[in-house]
């Protein structure tokens, strides 16, 4: 069966986050031991199986393909930067094309995935709030696993007109992370977390990781697009990861985020071609930039209960790497 090692969430070889893709010719999934045994050989954080349904295309598709998920230890529902690497290497194995709209099918849901000029766009659960961390003592814990003094933070946040700000749980989908403000860039690259205390918080709030961002945001035109950049890492030591090099739903969380504090333009819920768009530049720290596409829109004028009433799609580039062949014929 084909297989194939590629980067996600970049053009450039040796950077973004690297995920493996098996291609198995055949109309159903290996055995999930199979599939869990193989993930395990690889090595790699994830890696996707996918096989292309036999089913007829729902109007609006030029395809669907089913995939599964898996890291060293266990089975994932979804994963965007392994996402990204299978629809970059069906591209290269000429089994999906710029253009095409197809539907991807996890354990759980069915996914809008689009190749809009070689970026891999998909629509994600929209995301929601759970958990606003407003107590001091909370907050300063999460802050101090990163390193961090939150009181000195916070007296910067005011200084900037930010007062209000702190980490919050969201979650889209089967994910949730911990999205944490710090004041610049610089400061989010000298963070040298506790892995052990980032850890315990992430049980505690039964959080997938900590998603932190810098508010020395920078807009700049691309083409026609006005753009911001913002620079992020991603901590989920509970998932063989300790620091992420491209973590894609928590980023659309982050927009989610962005919106409700308008650090960033809510778009006209009028206009359905108005969108903002972010591109989150992520993995620098670690020597496998990253950068991660965000496109948001309004599905509505109110904010209800805090919620910005959005809807977000992600996606980035891909590159391949490897292609081969896995025999695993005498095992079967």
Same mark, same amino acid.
């Given at each position: 069966?084909? #297989?194939y090692?590629?980067?996600a969430?970049t053009?450039?070889e040796?950077?973004g986050?690297?995920?493996? *893709?098996?291609i198995?010719?055949?109309?159903? #999934?290996?055995?999930? +031991?199979v ?9 790699y954080s994830?890696s996707v ?5 036999? +089913? ?5 598709y030029?395809?669907?393909? +089913? ?13 965007s #930067? ?34 809009e000029?070689?970026?891999?766009m998909m629509? @994600? ?5 759970e958990?606003?961390?407003? +107590? ?8 101090q ?5 939150y009181?000195?933070?916070?007296q ?8 209000a700000l ?9 994910s949730?992370n ?7 860039t610089?400061?989010?690259? !000298?963070i040298?977390p506790?892995?052990d205390?980032?850890a ?7 959080a997938?990781g ?19 950049? @913002?620079h *992020? ?8 990861? &300790? ?8 980023n659309c969380?982050?927009? #989610? &985020? ?11 819920y ?5 969108k903002? &768009? ?6 620098e ?10 496109? *948001?829109?309004?599905m509505g004028?109110? &904010? ?7 809807? *977000?799609?992600? !996606? !980035? ?16």
């Amino acid at each position: 069966m084909k #297989f194939y090692i590629a980067d996600a969430f970049t053009s450039v070889e040796f950077s973004g986050h690297t995920s493996a *893709v098996v291609i198995p010719k055949r109309k159903n #999934f290996l055995p999930t +031991e199979v599939m869990m045994k193989t993930a395990d050989e690889l090595r790699y954080s994830v890696s996707v199986f996918a096989i292309p349904s036999q +089913e007829r295309p729902p109007k609006g598709y030029d395809g669907i393909w +089913e995939a599964r998920y898996f890291s060293v230890n266990e089975e994932r529902e979804f994963c965007s #930067f392994a996402t990204v690497a299978l629809f970059q290497s069906l591209m290269d194995a000429g089994l999906a094309w710029p253009g095409k709209t197809y539907q991807l099918r996890t354990t759980e849901r069915k996914i809008p995935v689009t190749i809009e000029s070689g970026i891999i766009m998909m629509d @994600i659960d929209d995301p929601t709030l759970e958990e606003v961390i407003g +107590e001091d003592e909370k907050i300063a814990k999460i802050y101090q696993a990163l390193g961090l003094n939150y009181y000195q933070e916070k007296q910067i946040f005011e200084i900037l007109g930010q007062g209000a700000l702190t980490p919050e749980v969201i979650c889209s989908g089967s994910s949730k992370n911990i999205t944490i403000p710090v004041a610049t860039t610089e400061e989010l690259n !000298g963070i040298k977390p506790d892995y052990d205390k980032v850890a315990e918080l992430c049980t505690k709030y039964d959080a997938f990781g900590f998603h932190v961002f810098a508010l020395d945001m920078n807009k700049e035109k691309s083409g026609d697009k006005a753009v911001t950049y @913002i620079h *992020v890492r991603n901590f989920s030591p509970l998932h063989g990861d &300790y620091e992420e090099a491209a973590a894609g739903v928590a980023n659309c969380e982050l927009a #989610f &985020y962005l919106t409700e504090h308008k650090l960033i333009r809510k778009p006209d819920y009028r206009d359905k071609k108005d969108k903002t &768009y972010i591109t989150c530049i992520q993995g620098e720290v670690i020597g496998r930039t990253s950068k991660v596409y965000v496109e *948001v829109t309004s599905m509505g004028e109110e &904010y209800i209960d805090g919620d910005p009433n959005i809807k *977000v799609r992600i !996606g !980035g580039r891909g590159v391949v790497l490897v292609d081969g062949n896995i025999d695993i014929s005498n095992y079967l």
